[in-house]
């Protein structure tokens, strides 16, 4: 059933921490003071209003009317362009970060010049992100990026372009299990990178064929970058994009179309790794988020 966005809200804060509550009021009645009064936008959250911390986010919009160009769905600062579907509803793809703070958060639906459209509220669930340790080499460690290297890899994270490639189900880049999962927070050598880990590792052998999750333009294909590795990048269109490293050899050049399930690149132990896996990674919205969500594969046991 539809939820109009006519509704009253009530922020009671109370000792215990900050408790939100919705009275939801159908249009026509009479509002309460603190009505405030919303055109007829109707946002639908995928995969819903109780959101773990590294979720990718489909934010759906049934309009009244046409958006204006270049209107956004913005959570804290973060922004994700919406599009409209051949549906004719509207969509935006957002990823919950990392170290989002739990509780309520608030969703906007702007236009470019800052007027607010729509609001939304929903619950930033904690992830419980584990601790992982790894033992790496000195020569490894001391691994420096190449010239060029880091702004690729950031280009990738926030590029958006408007032909929508993508579609579910997707399919795991590789057919092997899981052996460290995303957010978790990474020590090396038992001291604290104060970061944490951007996408999941996959226990896969030397050789082994990487496939594209998605149908996508091959946007990195970079044979040796010093950090990462062989490395392809992909856009799969309107905010989201993918990218595996530490490959030993690439399969697909720049500017590339590529198929859900062609093979892209083959696993190797290039750049900073401690043997052959594949380290893959999800980009929503500029956002890294968790490929789990999306597509389950088992851990390792
Ligand atoms: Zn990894």
Not at 62 to 74: G, M, S, T, Y
Not at 180 to 195: C, Q
Not at 198 to 219: F, H
Request: glycine letters at 10%; proline letters at 6%; one cysteine or more.
């Amino acid at each position: 059933m539809k939820r109009t966005l006519s509704f009253v809200f009530l922020s009671v804060f109370c000792l215990a921490g900050m408790m939100l509550a919705m009275a939801f009021s159908e249009k026509g009645e009479p509002m309460a003071q603190q009505a405030v009064e919303k055109a007829d936008y109707t946002i639908t959250l995928s995969p819903g209003t109780k959101v773990k911390q590294g979720t990718p986010l489909i934010v759906k919009l049934d309009a009244p009317q046409d958006l204006p160009e270049n209107a956004h769905a913005v959570i804290n600062g973060s922004k994700g362009k919406f599009f409209k579907q051949d549906n004719g509803l509207y969509e935006a793809l957002l990823g919950v970060s990392v170290d989002a703070q739990p509780g309520v958060q608030k969703l906007e639906v702007k236009t470019a010049d800052g007027k607010v459209l729509a609001t939304e509220y929903f619950q930033v669930l904690d992830a419980q992100f584990k601790r992982q340790n790894i033992t790496v080499s000195k020569g490894t460690k001391g691994l420096q990026p190449l010239p060029g290297e880091m702004e690729a890899i950031q280009a990738l994270k926030v590029n958006v372009t408007p032909v929508r490639h993508w579609d579910m189900p997707m399919v795991s880049p590789t057919i092997d299990c899981q052996n460290s999962p995303f957010g978790v927070k990474r020590y090396h050598n038992g001291v604290y990178t104060k970061d944490y880990h951007k996408g999941v590792d996959l226990r896969s052998p030397q050789g082994r064929p990487i496939r594209a999750i998605a149908d996508g333009v091959v946007k990195i294909a970079a044979p040796q970058f010093r950090l990462h590795g062989g490395t392809v990048g992909l856009d799969h269109g309107q905010g989201l994009n993918s990218i595996y490293i530490h490959m030993s050899k690439l399969a697909v050049k720049q500017g590339q179309k590529v198929q859900k399930g062609e093979t892209i690149g083959y696993v190797g132990s290039t750049g900073f790794a401690t043997g052959p896996h594949l380290h893959w990674g999800l980009y929503a919205g500029g956002i890294p988020v968790n490929p789990d969500e999306w597509i389950k594969v088992q851990r390792c046991s």
